[in-house]
Nanobody
Framework: VQLQASGGGSVQTGDSLKLTCVVS????????MGWFRQPPGKEREFVAA????????YYSGFAKGRFTISRDNAKNTVYLEMNDLKPEDTAVYYC????????????????WGQGTQVTVSS
């Protein structure tokens, strides 16, 4: 299974970014997908996840209202749309995948993507 994340970059406070993660080699439609992030010098933390059923979205407190996770099963792709970005959103963002379940903690993730850097300057 390979997860290829992209879409990171350097932006200003208040800007938006859309991250993309394309999955190959796995049962995407049977998997919960998620995004985590790791700020500089900190542990990896949960951002958002999307499950298998309708309306199964999970968000961390800092992501609610600003970030939106979505998936396109026809393209084996999960997205994270981030709006109103703040300097504290600066981190490496990782997509994750779990067969049959949806992970909201880093210890329960089955597969990780390679990460994409997001830098928000004030």
């Amino acid at each position: 299974v390979q997860l290829q994340a992209s879409g990171g970059g350097s932006v200003q406070t208040g800007d938006s970014l859309k991250l993309t993660c394309v999955v190959s080699g796995g049962a995407f439609t049977d998997s919960g997908m998620g995004w985590f992030r790791q700020p500089p010098g900190k542990e990896r933390e949960f951002v958002a996840a999307i499950g298998l059923g309708p309306d199964t979205h999970y968000y961390s407190g800092f992501a609610k209202g600003r970030f939106t996770i979505s998936r396109d099963n026809a393209k084996n792709t999960v997205y994270l749309e981030m709006n109103d970005l703040k300097p504290e959103d600066t981190a490496v963002y990782y997509c994750s995948m779990n067969h049959g379940t949806t992970a909201v903690t880093r210890h329960s993730v089955d597969y990780w993507g390679q990460g994409t850097q997001v830098t928000v300057s004030s």
